[in-house]
């Protein structure tokens, strides 16, 4: 077995480099029994594992039980194919938002928030924006450099368009769950296109987020950043405050007042006297 | 005779590729347009709002995605990511600054051939902006590919015209996918507007507003900002019902099917014609229901601008799911829809070029379902 990392057969790791090994939990609706573990084993055998192993289970409920397995993945990805892909952001922590949106941008930024569409979750959306977050990392509500609007569940696009228009919204954030129903899309693509027909689509940032939202996704949904799972409050006020900086006509300059570059407007000097 | 895709849009310098749902077909559409373009030596100019080319679905991993093969001097404006991941040989036009979830949009000439993707920019504005840039670097057409159901790019403000592509995954009925595409061709086609006066007066709007004209032209504003995007039933009634009745609805920014409803049961109560003039198709938003249903209450649509749907191309098969009969679903759709070449660019009976036996020809198998309806 390779000890030396190569990035064009990455596999997981658990006791040492190339092992493949993976720890996996679900359910099956059988009664627990020896018959279960069996049924776990051949499934895992079925979903390509070598060497699986049931290293905890127990019923759930009656009729159900719950799985622990390891298994070893014989697959591999090309990792180095994919890098140089997109961009990696580099997240900055709250105290650094604040301090980027004070110098750069001068001012309070509005962020309008809703599940929209028939969605019924707004799990997601109240993470990002309510004050109390989740993790212990509080939402944008509890930024001094945004001021939130979180109009909740199953909000017509209309709706919520209109709201962002009448606040003056720097952003939109949608929370839906993707599924690979049409009609969950169709809810996404049609705030852009409304977006669009209302020509405002120079003037919002559009993130929206659920469980299955990639960048790659976002991108075919036409919204500029997409947030899954992992994504914590800062990741998305980084990338706004940052989008809005870069598309802001005359940036603020950064660092001291010597920095002012000539020709900036007195917004900007402003913006540098903040920081001095 | 018969007439391929690229004939049929070789006079729209900016064309572009619409699908009706994700998995209609649109990027085997524009796959065979590069095909025979390249066959006749043109050099073409690709860009895409969404992401092309890419090798599998984004949301269903399963299904594989065509490829997108260009060739030298081919000019193309995507992420610069993507530039680099394809290998080709190239040299940049432009760094945009557009910005996208996958990178800065670059435009560049290619200077060998090869497969890529492509992912341009999001917003229409923004798309014209490159197609005019590929136009002037050379391209003799610039093709803008949409994403998903994505209507904004079609609008005559960004392309000159359009290619709709639909399939088998709009619903498991035959029947039911051949309403739906007639409706969204009907949509398409909304009729432009023809009295000069108030074409003027929609002209002058100002963005996201709207405006009441009676028969004599004379104007009533609409009561509030944004009216027409949040308007409860009773508000329409009550703007609709008083004073001299309304004969034009003039609304500049999105109409969505919320306000065409409240629109229509006025116009059915009052037993009124209104005619709601827009700026083009692609502001409205109709869910449920087409055109005829409003139509048939009294209510028309007209567009300050049309757009020139050149022909529409369909996907018989819905991937990992079901599929029908390519000239039976070509059949059914051009007894409904008038006027629009209708093609499957895989079938054999297609008069463009054959697909080269690569990723863009493959089409996954799935069991033909019969028509229950037609039967």
Same mark, same amino acid.
């Given at each position: 077995?390779?000890?030396?990392?190569?990035?064009?057969?990455?596999?997981?790791?658990? &006791?040492?480099?190339?092992?493949?090994?993976?720890?996996?939990?679900?359910?099956?609706? #059988?009664?627990?029994?020896?018959?279960?573990?069996?049924?776990?084993?051949?499934?895992?055998?079925?979903? /390509?594992?070598?060497?699986?192993?049931?290293?905890?289970? %127990?019923?759930?409920?009656?009729?159900?039980?719950?799985?622990?397995?390891?298994?070893?993945?014989?697959?591999?990805?090309? @990792?180095?194919?994919?890098?140089?892909?997109?961009?990696?952001?580099?997240?900055?922590?709250?105290?650094?938002?604040?301090?980027?949106?004070?110098?750069?941008?001068?001012?309070?930024?509005?962020?309008?928030?809703?599940?929209? /569409?028939?969605?019924?979750?707004? #799990?997601?959306?109240?993470?990002?924006?309510?004050? $109390?977050?989740?993790?212990?990392? !509080?939402?944008?509500?509890?930024?001094?450099?945004? %001021?939130?609007?979180?109009?909740?569940?199953?909000?017509?696009?209309?709706?919520?368009?209109? $709201?962002?228009?009448?606040?003056?919204?720097?952003?939109?954030?949608?929370?839906?769950?993707?599924?690979?129903?049409?009609?969950?899309?169709?809810?996404?693509?049609?705030?852009?296109?409304?977006?669009?027909?209302?020509?405002?689509?120079?003037?919002?940032?559009?993130?929206?987020?659920?469980?299955?939202?990639?960048?790659?996704?976002?991108?075919?949904?036409?919204?500029?950043?997409? @947030?899954? $799972?992992?994504?914590?409050?800062?990741?998305?006020?980084? @990338?706004?405050?940052?989008?809005?900086?870069?598309?802001?006509?005359?940036?603020?300059?950064?660092?001291?007042?010597?920095?002012?570059?000539?020709?900036?407007?007195?917004?900007?000097?402003?913006?540098?006297?903040?920081? =001095? | 005779?018969?007439?391929?895709?690229?004939?049929?849009?070789?006079?729209?310098?900016?064309?572009?590729?619409?699908?009706?749902?994700?998995?209609?077909?649109?990027?085997?559409?524009?796959?065979?347009?590069?095909?025979?373009?390249? %066959?006749? /030596?043109?050099?073409? =100019?690709?860009?895409?709002?969404?992401?092309?080319?890419?090798?599998?679905?984004?949301?269903?991993?399963? +299904?594989? $995605?065509?490829?997108?093969?260009?060739?030298?001097? *081919?000019?193309?404006?995507?992420?610069?990511?993507?530039?680099?991941?394809?290998?080709?040989?190239?040299?940049?036009?432009?760094?945009?600054?557009?910005?996208?979830?996958?990178?800065?949009?670059?435009?560049?000439?290619?200077? =060998?051939? =090869?497969?890529?993707?492509?992912?341009?920019?999001?917003?229409?504005? *923004?798309?014209?902006?490159?197609?005019?840039?590929?136009?002037?670097?050379?391209?003799?057409?610039?093709?803008? *590919?949409?994403?998903?159901?994505?209507?904004?790019?079609?609008?005559?403000?960004?392309?000159?015209?359009?290619?709709?592509?639909?399939?088998?995954?709009?619903?498991? &009925? +035959?029947?039911?996918?051949?309403?739906r595409t007639a409706d969204a061709v009907a949509l #398409?086609?909304?009729?432009?507007?023809?009295?000069?006066?108030?074409?003027?007066?929609?002209?002058?709007?100002?963005?996201?507003?709207?405006?009441?004209?009676?028969?004599?032209?004379?104007?009533?504003?609409?009561?509030?900002?944004?009216?027409?995007?949040?308007?409860?039933?009773?508000?329409?009634?009550?703007?609709?019902?008083?004073?001299v009745p309304p004969r034009w609805l003039l609304v500049?920014?999105?109409?969505?099917?919320?306000?065409?409803?409240?629109?229509?049961?006025?116009?059915?109560?009052?037993?009124?014609?209104?005619? #709601?003039?827009?700026?083009?198709?692609? !502001?409205? @938003?109709?869910? %449920?229901?087409?055109?005829?249903?409003?139509?048939?209450?009294?209510?028309?649509?007209?567009?300050?601008?049309? +757009? *020139?749907?050149?022909?529409?191309?369909?996907?018989?098969?819905?991937?990992?799911? !079901?599929?029908?009969?390519?000239?039976?679903?070509?059949?059914?759709?051009?007894?409904?829809?008038?006027?629009?070449? +209708?093609?499957?660019?895989? !079938?054999?009976?297609?008069?463009?070029?054959?697909?080269?036996?690569?990723?863009?020809?493959?089409?996954?198998?799935?069991?033909?379902?019969?028509?229950?309806?037609?039967?």
């Open positions: 077995m390779s000890r030396e990392l190569d990035l064009q057969h990455v596999r997981p790791y658990a &006791d040492h480099l190339g092992d493949g090994l993976v720890q996996m939990s679900f359910t099956l609706p #059988v009664p627990y029994s020896l018959a279960a573990r069996k049924a776990a084993l051949e499934l895992a055998a079925k979903m /390509g594992f070598e060497e699986p192993e049931v290293v905890h289970y %127990e019923q759930l409920t009656e009729g159900y039980t719950y799985f622990v397995m390891y298994g070893r993945c014989v697959q591999s990805v090309d @990792f180095a194919s994919l890098q140089g892909e997109g961009f990696d952001i580099e997240y900055m922590s709250e105290e650094e938002i604040e301090r980027f949106a004070e110098r750069q941008l001068g001012r309070r930024i509005v962020v309008v928030g809703a599940s929209t /569409g028939s969605d019924t979750h707004s #799990v997601g959306i109240d993470a990002m924006l309510n004050l $109390k977050g989740y993790h212990g990392h !509080h939402g944008l509500e509890g930024y001094r450099a945004f %001021e939130t609007h979180n109009l909740g569940s199953q909000v017509p696009n209309s709706v919520l368009l209109s $709201k962002a228009i009448e606040l003056s919204a720097d952003a939109i954030l949608v929370s839906q769950t993707v599924t690979q129903q049409n009609l969950h899309v169709h809810n996404l693509t049609e705030l852009v296109e409304m977006v669009e027909a209302e020509g405002r689509r120079s003037q919002l940032i559009l993130a929206c987020g659920g469980p299955r939202v990639s960048n790659e996704l976002a991108k075919e949904l036409g919204y500029d950043a997409g @947030f899954s $799972k992992g994504t914590y409050p800062h990741h998305l006020a980084t @990338f706004i405050v940052r989008e809005l900086a870069a598309r802001s006509p005359q940036p603020a300059p950064y660092g001291s007042a010597g920095d002012v570059a000539a020709g900036d407007d007195g917004a900007g000097a402003d913006a540098a006297a903040v920081t =001095g | 005779m018969a007439h391929t895709l690229s004939e049929l849009t070789a006079s729209a310098s900016r064309l572009a590729l619409v699908g009706l749902a994700k998995n209609t077909g649109k990027t085997v559409a524009l796959a065979a347009l590069l095909r025979e373009l390249h %066959e006749a /030596g043109r050099t073409v =100019g690709v860009t895409s709002v969404g992401r092309d080319g890419e090798e599998h679905d984004v949301i269903d991993f399963r +299904i594989e $995605k065509p490829a997108v093969e260009l060739v030298a001097n *081919d000019i193309v404006a995507t992420a610069d990511g993507l530039l680099r991941a394809s290998g080709i040989p190239h040299e940049t036009i432009e760094r945009t600054g557009i910005r996208t979830p996958l990178g800065e949009v670059l435009v560049a000439r290619l200077r =060998g051939a =090869g497969s890529i993707e492509v992912a341009g920019p999001s917003a229409a504005a *923004d798309a014209r902006e490159v197609a005019d840039a590929m136009l002037a670097a050379g391209a003799e057409q610039a093709l803008i *590919d949409g994403a998903i159901d994505r209507r904004a790019a079609s609008s005559p403000s960004i392309s000159d015209g359009l290619v709709m592509s639909t399939g088998a995954i709009l619903g498991e &009925d +035959i029947e039911e996918v051949v309403t #398409v086609r909304v009729p432009a507007l023809e009295d000069s006066r108030v074409r003027e007066l929609a002209a002058a709007l100002e963005p996201g507003s709207g405006l009441v004209l009676d028969e004599q032209l004379n104007t009533r504003a609409l009561p509030a900002s944004r009216f027409v995007l949040t308007a409860e039933p009773p508000a329409v009634q009550e703007l609709l019902g008083e004073g500049s920014g999105a109409l969505p099917e919320s306000f065409l409803r409240s629109v229509l049961a006025w116009a059915r109560r009052a037993r009124r014609q209104l005619t #709601v003039v827009v700026a083009d198709p692609t !502001h409205v @938003f109709l869910a %449920e229901r087409g055109l005829d249903f409003y139509a048939s209450g009294g209510v028309e649509l007209r567009a300050l601008r049309a +757009i *020139d749907l050149r022909a529409l191309t369909v996907n018989p098969v819905a991937p990992a799911s !079901h599929s029908f009969d390519s000239s039976q679903l070509r059949t059914l759709l051009a007894e409904r829809i008038e006027d629009v070449p +209708i093609f499957d660019v895989l !079938h054999p009976a297609y008069p463009g070029a054959r697909a080269p036996s690569q990723r863009a020809a493959r089409r996954p198998a799935a069991p033909i379902v019969t028509n229950r309806d037609a039967q």
